[in-house]
């Protein structure tokens, strides 16, 4: 019982409502994000289906780093700190090469991390800040975004470490996806970055 209580309240430090379990493991995301006009009637229905919540009303901002040549972003990679509020939540998160390969870590805090990346030799290459809540439901995480300037978005996605089986998951989230309502034809393939900047780029970030 004790171990119980210490569990959910670890947990509960990290601004999570809920264990993630094995939500955020693998070295590949598959996902599908929509443009929505609004995110209440998706809430409502991911949580008539039992969604479970994982974070609310969380901040994020996201600090993307590079080497001053651009190596990073012309090999279709990212390296991101993640600075999540009110949790107080911090990652590491590295990304491609490619829309799929992704790996990610807590951190004790964001200063000495940027500092060690800055000794390395990376810089600061733009910022995004976003509001966003993270559901599960079933095999999948369910993100619900509003970024300024941008709009509302739903996102569902699933980590995997098996290569082979992206295409299984990729149908899968398309039913899920077609579950909700959601209209393929919003579906949207850039990053919440290269919307911002009006460039293509790679996936967006994962929610570990």
């Known amino acids: 019982m004790a171990a119980a209580i210490s569990t959910t309240t670890a947990l509960q430090a990290k601004g999570m409502l809920c ?73 590491w998160i590295c990304k491609g090469p490619g829309s799929d390969r992704c790996v990610a870590m807590d951190l004790d805090g964001s200063e000495k991390a940027l500092e060690m990346l800055s000794a390395l030799g990376f810089v600061e290459t733009g910022r995004l800040v976003k509001q966003r809540d993270i559901y599960f439901a079933g095999d999948f995480h369910i993100t619900l975004d509003r970024l300024e300037g941008l709009g509302c ?28 309502g959601l209209d393929a034809a919003q579906a949207e393939e850039r990053s919440y970055r290269a919307m911002m900047t009006g460039k293509d780029g790679v996936g967006d970030l994962p929610q570990t």
């Open 19 to 91: 264990d993630p379990g094995s939500h955020f493991d693998g070295r590949y995301e598959v996902e599908r994000k929509h443009r929505v006009h609004s995110l209440e009637p998706f809430r409502s229905k991911i949580l008539s289906m039992g969604a479970v919540p994982f974070t609310l009303g969380n901040v994020e901002t996201d600090i993307f780093l590079d080497q001053p040549d651009g190596r990073l972003a012309s090999n279709d990679q990212q390296q991101v700190v993640r600075l999540m509020q009110p949790s107080g939540r911090v990652l």
């Open 153 to 180: 978005f739903v996102e569902i996605a699933v980590m995997t470490d098996a290569a082979d089986s992206l295409s299984y998951w990729a149908t899968r989230i398309g039913e899920f996806a077609d579950g909700l």
